[in-house]
C-alpha cells in the first residue's frame, strides 16, 4: 500500500495521478483531457472525483496575510460566538491606531455581512464605531431598512455633532432611515427616565423591540473621553461605587460585572437605553472594541452574552483565548 492514501491497482494510480495533475496543475479543461487521453468526459470527470477519494488531491485553504481564521474559530469555539474578526495591530501601536483599525474591520465585516432588510441598532458616543462610520464606503444598494440610537443621544453641544455624525452618517451610507432618540443617556431619577421613554420616546421603544442587528461599542467602567465630554457619564463618586459593586464594562451604560452580571440598582434606573431584556432579544450583536485597557470589559460582555459577535485586534483576541473556558460559554 502506498503512502497517506488507499492505493488502487498501479494503473489505475497512474491514470488518476495524471488527470488530477493535468486538471489541477496545469489548468486542462475536463473536455481536452478527454481528447488527449482517448476517453470520455463523464470518465475524467469520475476520476478526479476519485482522485479527491483516495487522498491524491487534498485541497487546502491558504489563509491570506493579515487574516486569523485559526484565532477567530477559537474565539467562536471558546465563547460561543456567531462571528468572530480579527484585525491586524501592532503590538506597540498606539490607541488611535488601535481604534483606526478596529473601524476599518468592523466596516468591511458591515459591508460584507449586510442585506438590506436589517433593522440596526447603534450604541451612541463611541470613537471605535465612529472610526468604523469613517472607513465605510456608500452601498449601491440598500443595506439596511433603519439605523436606531440604542442610547440617549443628546449631550454638550461641543461634541453633539459626534452622535449625530455617527447614526446619521451609518443611515446615510446603508441608505437607511435614521432614528435619533432625543434625549441624554442618563437622567437625573427612574420618573424622569420613565416619563420620557413613555412620553416622547414611546415610538422608539417600539423600534427597539424590532431590531435584528445591533452594533455596540463596549466601554470599559472609566469613561472615555468622549464619553466623559458628552456630559452622559457617571460622576467620579458613582463610577467608584460600580467598581466597589464588581464593574468591569459597559455596553449602552448597562453594567457589568467580569462574569456578565448585571449591576442593577439606582444607576441603571436612571439611565435612557434599550432595556437589557430587548438587547439580549436581538438576534446579532456585534461588539467592536480593542485595546488592553478594554480586555476586562470585552471578556465580560462575551462571558455574558451581552454580544453575540465580536470585531478585535490581534492581542486583544490572544489575551481572550488565554483566559477562555475549556467549554464554549452557554
Not at 495533475?21 to 483531457?33: K, L, N, P, S, T
Not at 444607576?267 to 437589557?276: E, G, H, K, S
Request: net charge negative; charged share 20%.
Amino acid at each position: 500500500m502506498a503512502q497517506g492514501y488507499a492505493r488502487p491497482l498501479d494503473g489505475q494510480v497512474r491514470l488518476l495521478t495524471k488527470v488530477a495533475r493535468m486538471y489541477h496543475e496545469r489548468g486542462v479543461r475536463q473536455a481536452d483531457i478527454a481528447a488527449a487521453l482517448n476517453i470520455s468526459q463523464a470518465k475524467v470527470s469520475r476520476l478526479l472525483k476519485r482522485a479527491a477519494d483516495v487522498g491524491i488531491v487534498r485541497t487546502t485553504v491558504t489563509v491570506a496575510p493579515g487574516l486569523y481564521a485559526d484565532l477567530e474559530e477559537k474565539l467562536e469555539q471558546r465563547y460561543g460566538l456567531a462571528e468572530a474578526v480579527v484585525v491586524d495591530v501592532s503590538p506597540d501601536a498606539e490607541d488611535a491606531e488601535t481604534i483606526a483599525a478596529i473601524g476599518a474591520g468592523a466596516a468591511a465585516y458591515l459591508e460584507a455581512t449586510l442585506a438590506g432588510a436589517d433593522r440596526i441598532g447603534i450604541s451612541s458616543w463611541s470613537q471605535t464605531l465612529l472610526a468604523m462610520v469613517d472607513r465605510m464606503r456608500p452601498f449601491t444598494v440598500r443595506g439596511a431598512a433603519d439605523v436606531v440610537q440604542l442610547l440617549g443621544g443628546v449631550g454638550v453641544a461641543e461634541v453633539q455633532s459626534h452622535s449625530n455624525r455617527l447614526l446619521g452618517e451609518l443611515a446615510r451610507m446603508l441608505g437607511a432611515e435614521a432614528v435619533y432618540v432625543q434625549a441624554p443617556g442618563v437622567v437625573a431619577g427612574p420618573e424622569i427616565r420613565d416619563s420620557i421613554l413613555e412620553g416622547a420616546l414611546g415610538e422608539v421603544t417600539l423600534r427597539w423591540r424590532e431590531l435584528t442587528m445591533a452594533i455596540m461599542g463596549i466601554g470599559s467602567v472609566e469613561p472615555s473621553d468622549l464619553l466623559a465630554s458628552s456630559g452622559n457619564a457617571f460622576s467620579v463618586a458613582e463610577t467608584a461605587s460600580l467598581i466597589d459593586e464588581g464593574a468591569v464594562g459597559d455596553i449602552c451604560h448597562r453594567i457589568f460585572r467580569a462574569d456578565g452580571s448585571p449591576v442593577l440598582g439606582a444607576l441603571d434606573d436612571r439611565i435612557i437605553a434599550i432595556p437589557a431584556v430587548d438587547l439580549r432579544r436581538i438576534p446579532r450583536r456585534v461588539g467592536v472594541a480593542g485595546g488592553m485597557r478594554k480586555l476586562e470589559a470585552i471578556h465580560g460582555a462575551i462571558t455574558g452574552g451581552w454580544v453575540n459577535a465580536l470585531v478585535t485586534d490581534l492581542r486583544t483576541a490572544e489575551a481572550l483565548i488565554d483566559r477562555a473556558p475549556d467549554a464554549p460559554v452557554g
